[in-house]
């Protein structure tokens, strides 16, 4: 297993040092001048649009409960023990390329999620699905990059990142009640598998109510030991700007040391935000929606809330919760690193509710990625059959992830999603152009909508000046008859 741990290493850091990093970089940049910084222009928009939630029934889900379940995803174990394997591997400068890939993926994150809204389908049961596999195959034209990336998604989330929110789940239960990586398995099977079995309906209803909590708690947390460590905050961000250009870090040397926080600071933070992975689209396209810029806009602030809010208040939990050590504290210590840093600061009462905490986290996270698998298999098989083959794999793999090694299941993660955001990047790349009409389209109708002129957003695939062409079978134009002319 060790020899095989090592190859998976090697294949991870080949792949983020040639190809994702720049990608990754450069997709940021691009889509961030090309929409002229929209992550920031429409930051207001971005919150408003959240709180306005629009469901129609049978049709979809709200804009919430879609927000609700790309958190879900997002908010897991990436934002507890990724930080912690960041700051384990990479030095806290490896904190500042995590927000640094978060600031710049909001606009790539606005993309993709505008593209899913653009080019969803429609069920037989009214509901939407979309993402990249849908709209590499509606938008380029290509079925087969399509069915590559709906394989590359459904084994990434499906799997690889289901076994390592069950990992962490076994890790913290072992630490804290003594249970058993198999007795996790089947807490684990009992709890995951009557909510996926359901498909994906009960699992928006419970990541509207877990998400948001769970996420709530944990930033109250975060608040209250900062507030008792407000003194180093200064020493906090010295030491995560000083060790990002490698003046000073764990690797040694300052090539080393800045190579290390980069690394890690763009893995950990496309593990947690997943700006360019092409995984929160899913989410966004199942949204009921006036326009396709607004799940855009709500899929960016997602990831401002995973990294610059979430994935920080972890790392001021661990560099200042007297745990910590950049010189001493490795990779297998990452998995109890944040729970161990918030029992010091504490106090020993705490190791059971943030225990049970990682587990919401973690078990949302789950759920989430589930339906992200599910969709993608709707695309390879049909909207609307069962997919009850899927969902009892998905089960298994929970069970599988819970007694498998910490450093397998991060290592396996890490290339799966590497190889899902080469094929979705060079996808947004090739379609980005669509997305930023759509955004014309939508600032076009935003002073009217605030106003108060127009009652709301509207979306035409036919017939839209701002389009680059007409669309083809578009849902949007459904409900209005529209055919191209």
């Known amino acids: 297993m060790e020899a095989f741990n090592t190859v998976l290493g090697h294949i991870s850091d080949f792949m983020y040092t040639y190809m994702l990093v720049g990608l990754l970089m450069a997709a940021g940049i691009y889509f961030t001048i090309r929409t002229r910084g929209v992550q920031f222009r429409l930051f207001a928009n971005m919150v408003s649009t959240i709180m306005k939630s629009r469901s129609v029934e049978g049709k979809g889900i709200s804009s919430f409960q879609a927000f609700a379940i790309g958190i879900a995803s997002r908010v897991g174990t990436g934002n507890i023990v990724g930080v912690a394997i960041a700051l384990a591997v990479g030095g806290p400068g490896a904190i500042f390329w995590m927000w640094v890939v978060a600031l710049l993926g909001m606009a790539t994150a606005f993309i993709e999620a505008t593209l899913a809204q653009m080019f969803k389908v429609r069920g037989s049961d009214g509901s939407f699905r979309g993402g990249p596999a849908y709209y590499i195959h509606r938008g380029l034209g290509s079925r087969t990059w399509g069915l590559v990336f709906a394989v590359l998604l459904i084994f990434t989330f499906g799997f690889a990142f289901n076994m390592v929110q069950a990992n962490t789940i076994a890790g913290v239960f072992e630490a804290s009640f003594g249970v058993p990586s198999w007795g996790t398995a089947l807490i684990l099977v009992a709890l995951c598998a009557p909510i996926i079995m359901g498909g994906i309906r009960p699992v928006a209803k419970a990541t509207e109510i877990i998400a948001p909590l769970m996420a709530l708690i944990y930033v109250l947390i975060a608040i209250i030991i900062i507030g008792m460590n407000f003194s180093l905050i200064p020493a906090v961000f010295g030491a995560i700007f000083a060790d990002a250009f490698g003046f000073w870090s764990a690797a040694g040397g300052l090539t080393g040391g800045f190579t290390a926080a980069l690394l890690n600071g763009v893995k950990r933070g496309l593990f947690s935000n997943e ?54 504290t490795d990779r297998d210590a990452a998995q109890t690193l944040t729970q161990d840093s918030i029992v010091n ?19 949302s996270s789950i759920l989430g990625n589930y339906t992200y698998a599910e969709v993608n298999m709707d695309f390879i098989r049909g909207v609307g059959k069962p997919n009850y083959l899927l969902r009892a794999l998905v089960v298994a793999a929970v069970a599988l992830g819970s007694i498998w090694a910490f450093s397998t ?69 459904e409900e209005l008859g529209v055919t191209p002319s």
Request: include cysteine; charge should be negative; hydrophobic fraction near 55%.
């Open 275 to 328: 700006a360019g992975m092409g995984s929160a689209p899913n989410a966004a396209a199942t949204a009921t929606v006036s326009h396709p810029v607004q799940q855009g806009l709500i899929q960016s602030m997602g990831v401002f809330v995973d990294t610059v809010v979430i994935c920080s208040a972890t790392a001021f939990i661990c560099i200042v919760g007297g745990v910590y050590n950049v010189n001493q």
């Open 345 to 363: 600061q504490l106090g020993g009462w705490t190791a059971i509710p943030v225990a049970l905490i990682i587990f919401v986290f973690a078990y």
């Open 409 to 477: 299941v991060w290592a396996l993660a890490d290339i799966a999603m590497g190889l899902m955001a080469l094929v979705n990047l060079v996808a947004i790349f090739a379609m980005g152009g669509w997305a930023i009409a759509a955004l014309r389209d939508y600032e076009r109708q935003l002073p009217e909508v605030k106003s108060g002129t127009a009652n709301d957003f509207s979306f035409v695939g036919v017939d839209n000046p701002d389009l680059p062409k007409d669309m083809v079978n578009a849902v949007w134009d």
